[in-house]
C-alpha cells in the first residue's frame, strides 16, 4: 500500500513520467485524465505548455508559476492553468497532488 494513498487509489495504472523523483497513478476517461501525484522535492520543473489544466495540494509545499505570476502553494491550495499557458514549478517538500488534465492523453500508462 501507498503510504498515502487508498489502495483504490495506488492500484490505478502508474503513468509514464519522464522526471526522477515523481509517480503518479492515472484515472483515464474519453476526454481527460486525472493524474494522482507523489513528487520528492525536486527542485525546478521546466517551463512546459499543454491543455488546461486544474489541481490541488493534498500535502506539500510547491512554488508555481502560471505565466507570469509566481505563488507559493500549500495544503487545500488549488489553482488553474489554462490551455497554452506557460509554467513551471519548483517542489520544495515532498508533496503530494492531483491533477485533472484536459488532454486526454497527457500521460501514458506504464
Known amino acids: 500500500m ?12 502508474e503513468a509514464d513520467i519522464p522526471f526522477e523523483g515523481v509517480k503518479g497513478w ?3 476517461s474519453d476526454n481527460h485524465q486525472i ?14 505548455k ?12 510547491m512554488e508555481l ?8 502553494y500549500r495544503k487545500g ?5 489554462p490551455e497554452g499557458v506557460l509554467h ?9 497532488l492531483m491533477d485533472f488534465f484536459a488532454d486526454r492523453e497527457r500521460y501514458k500508462a506504464l
Open 35 to 48: 493524474v494522482f501525484f507523489e513528487i520528492e522535492p525536486i527542485g525546478k520543473v521546466a517551463e512546459h
Open 2 to 13: 501507498n503510504p498515502f494513498y487508498p489502495d483504490l487509489i495506488s492500484d490505478l495504472p
Open 88 to 96: 513551471s514549478a519548483v517542489f520544495l517538500t515532498k508533496s503530494w
Open 26 to 28: 492515472l484515472s483515464q
Open 77 to 81: 491550495d488549488h489553482y488553474f492553468i
Open 50 to 61: 499543454h491543455g488546461a489544466q486544474w489541481g490541488v495540494v493534498f500535502e506539500g509545499e
Open 65 to 72: 508559476t502560471i505565466g507570469e505570476e509566481t505563488r507559493t
